[in-house]
């Protein structure tokens, strides 16, 4: 089993940042991909960012360069630096990780955009 802690949400203005941090612990060997996932109040669960072991990442359109994702390695830690919030960024954000054939998730860290 993989456990995935989410942390960073928080309440942010218009315009803000926030970083979001996700650390796996457990049988963490042979975890492949990692990512960001969002989910507004009444919407589906979308993709944000992506980040896979050799490094290589993948943005979902919206994210038009406002969010960078990033990979500790060594401290088993993905995060997602998100600027220029606008209001429709406003969700919870899970971290998911990707190893063989599981897929894991974490519990969610809200972020809500206020103006």
């Known amino acids: 089993q993989v456990q995935l802690v989410e942390s960073g949400g928080g309440l942010v203005q218009i315009g803000g940042s926030l970083r979001l941090s996700c650390t796996a612990s457990g049988f963490i060997s042979g975890i492949r991909s990692m990512g960001w996932y969002r989910q507004a109040p009444g919407k589906q669960r979308e993709l944000a960012a992506t980040?896979?072991?050799?490094?290589?990442?993948n943005y979902a359109d919206y994210v038009e360069g406002r969010f960078t994702i990033s990979r500790d390695n060594a401290e088993n830690t993905v995060y997602l630096q998100m600027n220029d919030l606008k209001f429709e960024d406003t969700a919870i954000y899970y971290c998911?990780?990707?190893?063989?054939?599981?897929?894991?998730w974490g519990q969610g860290t809200q972020v809500t955009v206020s103006s």
């Open positions: 980040i896979a072991t050799d490094g290589t990442t």
């Open positions: 998911k990780a990707n190893k063989l054939q599981s897929v894991y």
